[in-house]
Structures are given as structure tokens and as C-alpha cells.
């Protein structure tokens, strides 16, 4: 299998690092592949032969993000259907999305965009799945809104807070303590876990 050289690699990357720029910016409709390239100060030709079109340089901006999130959605497959494995499927999302928050930022500034592509629809059929791991059939109504709304708080959290003044780190803990929150309102719910919580979802306390 032949594996591209790293000057190959390095000018797909740059090509996805001024089209990342530029459709944050400019959003994705008002970017031309011509722009880019006189961007970057090649040829259309030499576009083409990393990326046939525009969408194809979108969808592998979120190739890693769609990694980590089948990554984490396999494992929370594997795990009990109980409230700390819930809290702790939590606590990999939030890390999961710190990653890709660039990507993150394009996809909120090109929502309407985005749901008439196949990227839009494989964001959307992961945020499903992982959804499927928060909810149960058997459960109340309000229980399984709650499971849902925290997983929408840790999306939509670092987004809504950008504004407010405090450390990232320091609000993705807040962020992520509502979140905890909310699924320990249910059945089986313990505290929600801080930034002292050990892996289980339990917080250290002094002896």
C-alpha cells in the first residue's frame, strides 16, 4: 500500500487548514475551491488530486471527530446500562469534543449547510447513537429528557459559555458538573462528578 510522502501530507493539510479558516469565516457556501487554492498559491489541478470537490475537503476535516465518536460510542456499547457508566460516557464526550472544537465551531456556523450534506448526516447519526446510550425503554419520561439534555448540555456547553468570563478548563468542569448533574437526578443517580470525582463517577473525600 503506498502511503503519501510527507510533502504530500503536508499540502493536504494545509489545504484543510486554509478551508477549515475559510468556511468558519466565510462560511462553507461563499468558499470556492478557487479561493483556496489562490489561498494557498496552487493549482486547481493540484487541488484535485488530493480532493475531487469542495465537500470531499469538508468530510475529512471531520474524519477525526467521527473516529473518537465511534470510538466512544463502542465502548459505551460495551458497558453496564447503569448511572456511572452513563456519567462516565459524560466525561469521554466532553473530552472527546475539547479535540475537535474547531470543527465544532464550523459546524455551528454552517448548521444549514451542513444538514444537506452527508457530513451533516453522519454527525447527526452518531449524536443519535450516542443517545441510544443514555435512554432507556423502560424508563419515565423526565428520566430519559434528562439523559438527553445532558448530553445536549456538554455539546452545547462550551458554546453557550464562550462569552462568560472564567478559565476554559474551568467552565468545561461547570459545563460538564450540570450535565453530571442531570443524570444524577435519576434512579440510581449519585452526586454528579466534579473535578475530584474518581473514574467511577464517586468523589474523593478526606479521611
Do not use: C
Not at 114 to 142: F, M, N
Not at 186 to 191: N, R, V
Not at 195 to 207: F, I, K, L, T
Amino acid at each position: 500500500m503506498n502511503r503519501p510522502t510527507p510533502r504530500r501530507k503536508d499540502t493536504r493539510e494545509r489545504i484543510q487548514a486554509v478551508a477549515l479558516q475559510a468556511f468558519s469565516e466565510r462560511g462553507y457556501d461563499k468558499t470556492s475551491l478557487r479561493g483556496i487554492t489562490d489561498q494557498l498559491g496552487i493549482t486547481k489541478a493540484a487541488l484535485y488530486y488530493y480532493f475531487q470537490a469542495k465537500e470531499d475537503i469538508l468530510a475529512s476535516l471531520f474524519d477525526d471527530l467521527y473516529r473518537r465518536l465511534d470510538e466512544l460510542i463502542d465502548w459505551g456499547r460495551r458497558q453496564p446500562r447503569t448511572n456511572e457508566a452513563k456519567q462516565e460516557l459524560l466525561r469521554r464526550y466532553s473530552r472527546t469534543l475539547v479535540h475537535a472544537a474547531p470543527i465544532l465551531s464550523l459546524a455551528q456556523e454552517n448548521q444549514a449547510t451542513l444538514r444537506e450534506t452527508t457530513v451533516g448526516q453522519r454527525l447527526q447519526d452518531r449524536v443519535s447513537a450516542l443517545a441510544q446510550l443514555v435512554v432507556e425503554p423502560d424508563a419515565p419520561l423526565i428520566e430519559n429528557v434528562r439523559g438527553i439534555t445532558a448530553l445536549l448540555t456538554v455539546y452545547f456547553g462550551p458554546i453557550a459559555t464562550q462569552d462568560l468570563p472564567g478559565d476554559p478548563e474551568e467552565k468545561q468542569r461547570a459545563v460538564l458538573d450540570v450535565a453530571a448533574g442531570l443524570l444524577a437526578q435519576g434512579p440510581g443517580g449519585g452526586p454528579p462528578p466534579g473535578p475530584d470525582a474518581a473514574p467511577d463517577g464517586r468523589r474523593h473525600h478526606d479521611d
